[in-house]
């Protein structure tokens, strides 16, 4: 099956950065779908950002625009989301998410189909 693996997160200052990455382990057939999720505690798993298979078509949150980049890179299966200009609100456990059903996911959660299991994201203010 498909595995989705997260890293780069960690502890950053305020107005930092960091920058995730998705790597794809395993077998997937045709184009697909990605995005990142988020989740704090407390509270449910909202919509990050989102891109497809060709990079074509992306998505961003409201609370993120201007201050995150995502992209990807298909010939090393890897899928990264830059963090710029990093808020104390941005705090949560980042997830990678992937579907190999459609080109584009956009931003509800059960348009993918392959979750990670999450890297932790801590902004210090």
């Known amino acids: 099956q498909v595995q989705l693996v997260e890293s780069g997160g960690g502890l950053v200052q305020a107005g930092g950065s960091l920058r995730l990455s998705c790597a794809v382990a395993?077998?997937?057939?045709?184009?697909?779908?990605m995005g990142w999720f988020r989740q704090a505690p407390g509270k449910e798993r909202e919509f990050v950002a989102a891109?497809?298979?060709?990079?074509?078509?992306?998505d961003y949150a409201d609370s993120v625009k201007g201050r995150f980049a995502i992209s990807r890179d298909n010939a090393k299966n890897t899928m990264y989301l830059q963090m710029n200009s990093l808020k104390p609100e941005d705090t949560a456990v980042y997830y990678c998410?992937?579907?190999?059903?459609?080109?584009?996911?956009?931003?509800?959660?059960?348009?993918?189909?392959?979750w990670g299991q999450g890297t932790q994201v801590t902004v210090s203010s």
């Open positions: 998410a992937a579907d190999n059903r459609r080109y584009y996911g956009g931003t509800g959660i059960y348009n993918y189909a392959y």
């Open positions: 891109i497809s298979w060709s990079g074509s078509s992306t």
């Open positions: 395993g077998h997937t057939f045709g184009s697909y779908a």
